[in-house]
């Protein structure tokens, strides 16, 4: 088995969520609703049924009263442009495309000089870039991929920063938008343009502003809460409805908060109906490559300080190559979502990833460690550390892992013993009959053995009819006086064998058989 330097912890990942979710333990939990003049408000989780069957029967039909109302104004700044992680895990949850299908689209458009060159971990362009941005925003309004016009003034200034630009800007759409004709195009390099021409709408956009409204209800001394929201200036989500493909997320579903009805503190509400919900605590999900590539970028980040170059698992480039290479080798799978959800297909590692990781020591497989590497060769690549201090804590670390863990303990050995093929049923102990080198033996170690009757040696199918009662044919047997016979043998049981060979005793169990002639088809010739 192999495993690099970057797919080794991002499997690590991956194993880790999959324990999750296999160790789960469903817990079903209970609200209590109060319902009226359109407001639907709820206890907190309630763990026993009697106890909010009661707290719904002791509020039915009571008055109520609202105790608080909180309003807060809040705003949603626009995106940052895409680089490329972001790019590819947009097109993934929103397209369905893998992290290697939307770097082969970009590329394409960039071939076809489109986009600007994909392989980027900059969300800005430099300060010199405000015109071009200008001239783009304005190729993609004569594009035709606005499909109604908008009220729109672009805040270039936003999106330009140089400090935060390295060797390459973000993606961005080019001038040559405007240009062609993109009904030339084909249909996935459409969306994948459309997300990228639509970003840069969005972060150039006005804020996104919104009221929430908290409010807490008051019955019979029980304390019920809810909440919505009134949208007061869409902003740049208008531009984002418009590029986005229409995609039904059950999460965006179930995050849309309602709006409420007119209420004020003190407000009673009378003749409440009441019911009660039961709710099932839910395991973490299986990552997409959205949420696989979002969770490579910020790898280690918690454990590194902000003056580290260099943060993540990988980089923007290489990221989807490592989900391939780990695809390829076998060590993760893809799942499709259920019929009828339009979720992007979850990732999940296979038996041999899972064991793989199982015997990799923890040092190799943190993403931490990892982390750390790409920063330390960053810094040899700027001059900051001369080579030669990273690679001796490279053999000092190698050194120390070949000293602790000489040799894998039994149980990690076990587990990459190849998988035996099960043939049968042992007709001395009932346990399985496996095939081995030198013929089929029993598991249990009963003394049972199928692998020659009569002198000749059983092929597979042979083997299986025998262990399923079957009778077998053999060709060709040799008798005592030099002829060749064909035989039919039937299992009969079995019997303890015992003999010496070197000078050794040797033992067994074996079957006992029955021996039947083929009747000899009739000619019509006269024997001579």
């Known amino acids: 088995m192999k495993a690099g330097r970057v797919q080794t912890p991002t499997l690590a ?44 029967e002791d509020c039915r039909n009571k008055p109520a ?30 397209l369905g495309f893998t992290a290697k299908q939307t770097l082969e689209y970009t590329q394409s458009l960039y071939e076809k000089k489109l986009v600007t060159y994909p392989g980027t971990d900059s969300r800005y362009l430099s300060d010199d870039m405000a015109q071009t941005a200008e001239n783009v925003i ?20 936003r999106v330009c920063n140089s400090k935060k630009v390295t060797d390459h800007h973000a993606v ?67 531009i984002e409805k418009l590029f986005r493909k229409p995609v039904e997320r059950k999460e965006e579903q179930e995050d849309m908060e309602k709006e409420l009805p007119e209420i004020t503190e003190g407000q009673e509400l009378k003749n409440v109906e009441t019911k009660v919900s039961e709710q099932e605590t839910k395991p973490p999900l299986r990552y997409t490559e959205d949420s696989l590539l979002s969770a490579m970028e910020h790898a280690g980040s918690e454990d590194m300080g902000d003056d580290v170059e260099r943060k993540g698992l990988g980089t923007p480039a290489t990221r989807a190559d490592i989900i391939e290479k780990l695809v390829k080798d076998g060590y993760l799978k893809r799942e499709k979502a259920a019929k009828g959800e339009k979720a992007a297909c979850r990732l999940i590692p296979t038996e041999d990833g899972l064991r793989l990781i199982r015997v990799i020591p923890d040092m190799i497989k943190s993403p931490k460690l990892t982390a750390e590497w790409e920063n330390a060769l960053t810094l040899v690549s700027k001059g900051e550390i001369p080579m030669e201090h990273f690679m001796a804590n490279i053999t000092d670390m190698i050194t120390e892992l070949v000293r602790t863990h000489q040799e894998a303990d039994a149980e990690k050995v076990k ?33 049972m053995t199928v692998n020659r009757a009569m002198g000749v040696t059983l092929i597979d199918g042979q083997i299986k009819d ?40 040797k033992s067994g169990v074996r079957f006992k058989f029955i021996v039947e002639f083929p009747k000899k088809k009739f000619t019509g010739r006269k024997k001579e």
């Open 172 to 238: 961005i759409p080019t001038v040559e938008l405007g240009n062609i004709d993109l009904s030339v195009l084909q249909k996935a390099e459409y969306e994948v343009l459309a997300l990228i021409a639509g970003r840069l709408l969005c972060a150039t956009g006005n804020q996104h502003e919104y009221e929430t409204v908290k409010t807490e209800i008051l019955c019979e001394q029980y304390m019920f809460t809810t909440s919505g929201k009134c949208v007061l200036n869409n902003g740049w989500k208008v």
């Open 466 to 505: 025998l262990l399923a009662g079957k009778k077998i044919l053999l060709k060709e047997l040799k008798s005592k006086t030099g002829k060749f016979y064909d035989a039919y043998i039937i299992p009969n049981g079995t019997e303890e064998y015992h003999y010496t060979k070197d000078g050794a005793e």
């Open 138 to 157: 304005k190729a993609v309004f004569d594009s035709g991929l606005l499909k109604r016009e908008v009220v729109y003034s672009p805040d270039i200034k």
């Open 65 to 94: 009263f609202i105790t608080s109302v909180k309003k807060e104004k809040k705003s949603i700044s626009p995106p940052k442009l895409y680089d490329l992680t972001t790019l590819q895990r947009d097109a993934n949850r929103l």
């Open 13 to 56: 990942m991956l194993a880790d969520r999959e324990d999750k979710i296999q160790n789960f333990k469903k817990e079903k939990y209970y609200a209590v609703h109060i319902l009226t003049d359109g407001i639907d408000a709820v206890t907190e989780k309630i763990v026993d049924k009697k106890e909010a069957e009661k707290i719904a």
């Open 415 to 447: 587990m990459f013993a190849p998988k035996q093929e099960v043939v049968g049923i042992c007709p001395n102990c009932g346990s399985q009959i496996v095939k081995g080198k030198y013929g089929a033996y029993c598991e249990k170690k009963c003394g």
